[in-house]
């Protein structure tokens, strides 16, 4: 994902390892904020992009890879 953040030309008098720092602060608690309302409908777009059934939104029966048996369990 890329994202561009337009900073007023005063900005860039301030050292670039400060703004790189600001910059990914920014980010972190814009992705802190809108990622949890972005859940569902991220899932939606990957099953739907690979032509997968939904799991319903209440399923908490999900598999997983067994690491030590290279099965998988429920």
Partial sequence: MDVMV???KFIHKIPRSIL???GDKLLTQI???V???LTYKVQEDFHSSFNLPLPPASSCLFY???SCEGGLLA
């Fill in 6 to 8: 337009k900073f007023p």
């Fill in 20 to 22: 790189q720092k600001t």
């Fill in 31 to 33: 992705v802190r904020q």
């Fill in 35 to 37: 990622s949890p309302r």
């Fill in 64 to 66: 997983r890879l067994d």
